[in-house]
């Protein structure tokens, strides 16, 4: 009879992963959709995808981090720790607010987030990066898991390798859910894309119509000269007068250009005037399109009308149930796969829900009708609020 080894490792694998990577294994997979595209037209140039971005971003990164030393109710807050210091101050440049903004903001518009951990090997780390997410290439393994992570800076590669059995590098990748690919995650910036083109090009086509004096579009009727001329254009004429319109007088950049006018062409209004056309509730419907993308009320991003809260503090509320505790749930579990085991087995990250202003009212609401139930022992109320019990709290 053999008896296994107790020290050698167990290796296990996923049956589906090999089908994974059909081909192409151990090669850098490029990202399915242009990361400029999504930054350039989705946030340097959209107003509202800019405000939803920066709005989850910048409230998730201002919730601070806390580190634990156990588990349940046995856990116990550490004030000083390693981990914490780290969390707080992860390199010399940014500050902890600051990494954790760009990597939410990275996560929103690529729909890939990743951090790099740096300090000696087989030790904790000591400072933590925020990688662009463009620059990162997925290697993907034999077993469907990331053989290595490749960072591509003007033909430059850094390699970080990743554990065979596990997956785990020195580059933690956090990615949104993506349907149809099984290595990078889909950005928000995809599924609005066409609303951002029709926010975008709205917004370019409202600018040159009124830099032309608002002139709306017509048609052109032909009326030749004399009695006896033939009262249709030539194909030449036809082609070179539709050559000449598109040309000079089409798209937003051309928008209430004047017509010059020859040869018996006349011109005559057919199109509704801009505000029949009523570009703004059209660019309305666009903005909040764009915003429940992001799970961002309209009312937080300045649409007219949108009265579906009854208040702003409705609203606020939402936004962090949709958005932000969402995202920082995301992240909380993948730093406690990922840096927290490196500080010891024991330790735990976890995000301070009680320092979230925007969800005052409710924990006021949970506090009164915990601390009025006179049928709860203190530490059953403190247990129903994750405090951990005190002597003497066992009896009404």
């Known amino acids: 009879m053999k008896l296994k080894n107790p020290f050698r490792r167990e290796k296990k694998a996923s049956r589906t992963g090999p089908l994974l990577v059909t081909f192409g294994a151990h090669e850098a997979k490029f990202t399915p959709r242009q990361y400029d595209q999504l930054a350039d037209e989705g946030f340097r140039k959209n107003v509202i995808a800019y405000r939803c971005i920066r709005l989850v971003a910048q409230n998730a990164a201002a919730v601070p981090w806390m580190v634990f030393r156990g588990e349940g109710l046995s856990r116990h807050r550490l004030e000083d720790h390693a981990l914490l210091s780290l969390l707080h101050r992860p390199n010399p440049l940014t500050g902890g607010a600051e990494l954790f903004e760009a990597m939410y903001g990275f996560y929103l518009i690529a729909g890939n987030s990743y951090l790099e951990a740096v300090g000696p090997k087989n030790t904790a780390p000591r400072e933590l990066w925020a990688l662009r997410p463009d620059r990162m290439r997925v290697v993907p393994g034999a077993n469907g898991i990331p053989e290595a ?19 785990q590098a020195d580059v933690l990748h956090v990615k949104a859910f993506h349907p149809l690919d ?50 249709t254009l030539t194909d030449v004429q036809r082609a ?30 057919m199109a509704l005037s801009p505000k029949d056309m009523d570009w703004l509730a059209g660019k309305d419907v666009s903005a909040r399109d764009i915003a429940q993308a992001f799970h961002v009320p309209p009312q937080l991003i300045g649409v007219e009308g949108s009265l579906t809260f009854a208040n702003f503090e409705q609203a606020r509320l939402a936004l962090f149930d949709d958005a932000v505790l969402p995202l920082l749930d995301r992240v909380k579990d993948a730093l406690n796969n990922w840096l927290a085991p490196r500080f010891g087995a024991d330790i735990h990250i976890d995000y301070d829900i009680d320092g979230i202003e925007a969800l005052s009212p409710r924990r006021e609401k949970t506090w009164a009708r915990i601390s009025g139930a006179s049928f709860m022992t203190p530490n059953e109320k403190r247990r129903a609020l994750g405090l951990p019990p005190v002597a003497g709290g066992d009896s009404l």
Not at 199 to 210: G, Q, S, T, V
Not at 260 to 266: A, K, R
Request: without cysteine; hydrophobic residues 35%.
């Open 149 to 167: 992570y490749r960072y591509i800076v003007n033909g430059r590669t850094a390699e970080f390798r990743a554990d065979p059995l596990n997956g």
């Open 182 to 231: 099984d290595w990078y995650g889909m950005s928000p910036l995809e599924a609005a894309a066409f609303s951002i083109d029709q926010h975008n090009d709205a917004a370019r086509w409202n600018a040159a119509l009124l830099q032309q004096s608002g002139r709306p579009s017509g048609a052109l009727v032909y009326r030749p000269a004399h009695p006896e001329a033939s009262d």
């Open 240 to 269: 070179q007068l539709k050559e000449e319109v598109e040309k000079y007088f089409s798209g937003p950049g051309n928008a209430g250009r004047p017509l010059v006018l020859e040869g018996g062409l006349d011109w005559r209004d």
